[in-house]
C-alpha cells in the first residue's frame, strides 16, 4: 500500500506562493491534490499520471497552479502562485486511484491518503 507525505503548507499573503510536497513510497498510477476548507466538502484541486504526460486542473486554479512530478524521488509538486484568501484549506494528497476516471478529480477515486497540509491565505 503507498504511503504519502506531504509538506510544505504555511501562512501567506494574498498574491503569496507556497510549493506543496507530496512524497509517495510505493507505486501510483496518479497523485491527486484535494483541499478541505472549514465547513466545506472536500474539492480536487489537481492531479497528474505518474507514467504519461496528464494533469489536470480544477478552474478555480487554473493559470495559478502548477502540477509537477519528480519521478526519480516518487514526489509530486503543487507550486501555487498568486494565492488568494478563497485557496485557504487543508491540502491533501491523494494516491492509488481505484477508478478509470481519476482525472474527474473526485475524491472517492482516490484510494490513500496524506495527513494533510495547512495553506492560509490572509493579510
Known amino acids: 500500500q503507498v504511503h504519502l507525505v506531504e509538506s510544505g503548507g504555511g501562512s501567506v499573503q494574498p498574491g503569496g506562493s507556497l510549493r506543496l510536497s507530496c512524497a509517495a513510497s510505493?507505486?501510483?498510477?496518479?497523485i491527486g491534490w484535494f483541499r478541505q476548507a472549514p465547513g466545506k466538502e472536500r474539492e480536487g484541486v489537481s492531479c497528474?499520471?505518474?507514467?504519461?504526460?496528464?494533469?489536470r486542473y480544477a478552474t478555480s486554479v487554473r493559470g495559478r497552479f502548477t502540477i509537477s512530478r519528480d519521478n526519480a524521488k516518487n514526489t509530486v509538486y503543487l507550486q501555487m502562485n498568486n494565492l488568494q484568501p478563497a485557496d485557504t484549506g487543508v491540502y491533501y494528497c491523494?494516491?492509488?486511484?481505484?477508478?478509470?476516471?481519476?482525472?474527474?478529480?473526485?475524491?472517492?477515486?482516490?484510494?490513500?491518503w496524506g495527513q494533510g497540509t495547512q495553506v492560509t491565505v490572509s493579510s
Open positions: 491523494a494516491a492509488d486511484p481505484w477508478h478509470a476516471d481519476w482525472r474527474l478529480l473526485a475524491p472517492a477515486y482516490f484510494q490513500t
Open positions: 510505493g507505486f501510483t498510477e496518479a
Open positions: 497528474i499520471s505518474m507514467s504519461e504526460d496528464s494533469s
